[in-house]
């Protein structure tokens, strides 16, 4: 068993804050783990009715409303969702009174004896974390994946600690874990095996005072490791790859310019359009990079990424390569939809900032109608300018910071504001010429016309195919 002993969760008061997927997921965890429930959220029975009915079948308090706070009175740990801000003053006042608080990701990591291979970074998190779970599964590992991707870690807890409490084996060899700096900020005991930071570009900044907050609470993914752990750094990002300096781990990078830093033990490199690798003192070709089925730049550097991580877990190099060759990509992060009449439409709504934006637009040769919008993160859209006037023939712009970007965008004139993401494919749709690209990639958040970036990439395929033939 890994982290705390289960036992010491008997009979404790626990509060769980927030009644969103993986604060779900640790109250049923919790529950099996023997601890004493009770769940909070400030939203009330009517927006979380179906939520609350089964936590209360499991007959685990609930609080919510205005008085929720009142479950952290007497907790003795409390467990907090992302979405909660872990400086709210009721947390505060909790602290003071000597009661931890943890993430949910750091309580799932207690429960689970196999190796944590973990991932954040501010684009391409989800891409890469699900290349290295089917590399590992194509070499015969039973594995789990999920995180702030899909599944909560706390349901791979939950597994493994019914099968420690029937005295069975665990069920997964590894764990591949999607994180985010939202889950980081209150690790105490989160211990990955092999950790990485992606890159780090300005996102969150209406959670984060500056970047650097913002890269100090991405880099507490390294904080636990020891020398026998493994800390994997993007060399081609120079605020990512300096933190290597500071861990304990053993140090590996991925590179699109090599050489490799001497510093590092190995890792893997993009070379006369090869991707190679250098670990454990042997170089090898995996493939070269036209045999990638994802399409740009960064997810080149994904490519490689998830390749160090599945090398460095004992896959053979043709597991490597097959996974390289046959995935598509993810569901909304540059998903082709539809060609229709020469025409592609492509489906980015998982990039809601304004360098995974950038990353879209610079993957794509073709001239682009770029459908972009949404609820403003605090990002810099005069970033976007330079691209939009050399790659974007038509902007057509929705959501709360359409007049953000529209002003953002220093004369560029070629701009429409359709008034729902219906109207904006029809009208692409019915302007575009044979071998244009409608490409959705909004820079922004969802909220304000969607219930995430999953429902609004969902509406955007929805609206293509139900354009005629």
């Not at 090398?311 to 390289?324: E, N, T, Y």
């Not at 709504?349 to 682009?368: E, F, R, Y």
């Not at 701009?415 to 909004?442: C, F, H, N, T, Y």
């Amino acid at each position: 068993m890994v982290g705390v002993d289960t036992k010491q969760l008997e009979g404790k008061r626990v509060a769980v804050v927030g009644l969103a997927r993986s604060g779900v997921a640790a109250a049923h965890l919790l529950q099996a783990a023997g601890a004493v429930v009770t769940v909070a959220d400030r939203k009330d029975r009517t927006e979380l009715l179906g939520v609350v009915n089964t936590i209360e079948k499991l007959e685990i308090e609930v609080v919510l409303g205005s008085g929720y706070e009142t479950a952290l009175t007497t907790a003795e740990l409390v467990v907090i969702s992302p979405g909660v801000p872990y400086r709210m003053e009721a947390l505060e006042r909790v602290r003071r009174r000597g009661v931890k608080v943890i993430s949910e990701l750091d309580l799932a990591s207690r429960f689970m004896p196999v190796p944590i291979l973990a991932l954040t970074g501010t684009n391409g998190k989800s891409t890469t974390v699900t290349m290295i779970g089917k590399m590992l599964q194509a070499s015969g590992k039973r594995v789990f994946v999920g995180g702030n991707l899909g599944t909560a870690f706390s349901e791979a807890a939950i597994q493994s600690l019914q099968a420690m409490q029937e005295r069975r084996a665990c069920p997964y060899d590894a764990a591949v874990v999607e994180v985010s700096s939202f889950q980081l900020e209150t690790v105490e005991q989160f211990h990955p095996w092999i950790a990485a930071i992606l890159n780090v570009t300005v996102d969150h900044q209406d959670r984060y005072e500056s970047i650097a907050e913002y890269i100090a609470a991405k880099n507490r993914i390294f904080e636990n490791q020891t020398s026998s752990d493994v800390a994997l750094f993007n060399i081609d990002d120079p605020r990512v790859g300096a933190l290597r300096h500071g861990v304990k781990a053993r140090t590996f990078g991925f590179t699109r310019c090599p050489p490799l830093p001497p510093d590092l033990a190995g890792g893997t490199y993009l070379e006369h359009g090869r991707i190679m690798t250098a670990i454990d003192g042997q170089t090898q070709e995996i493939c070269p990079r036209r045999e990638l089925m994802i399409i740009g730049d960064h997810n080149v550097e994904n490519a490689m990424a998830a390749a160090t991580y599945a090398l460095l877990s004992g896959c053979p190099l043709d597991a490597v390569r097959h996974v390289f060759r046959e995935f598509p990509g993810l569901e909304h992060a540059l998903e082709v939809v539809r060609d229709r009449q020469g025409v592609r439409f492509i489906n980015d709504s998982k990039g809601t900032n304004v360098d995974a934006t950038l990353k879209a637009l610079h993957s794509i040769n073709q001239p682009i109608w770029l459908i972009a919008g949404g609820r403003d993160k605090g990002g810099d859209f005069s970033r976007l300018a330079p691209a939009i006037k050399q790659r974007v023939k038509r902007l057509l712009l929705i959501g709360e910071a359409a007049s953000l970007i529209a002003d953002a965008m220093q004369g560029y004139q070629a701009i429409d504001r359709p008034k729902s993401l219906q109207e904006a494919v029809e009208l692409a749709a019915s302007s575009a010429s044979a071998g244009d690209v409608v490409l959705m990639s909004p820079a922004c958040a969802s909220f304000d016309m969607f219930a995430d970036y999953q429902d609004r990439g969902r509406q955007f395929k929805g609206a293509v195919q139900s354009l005629p033939a």
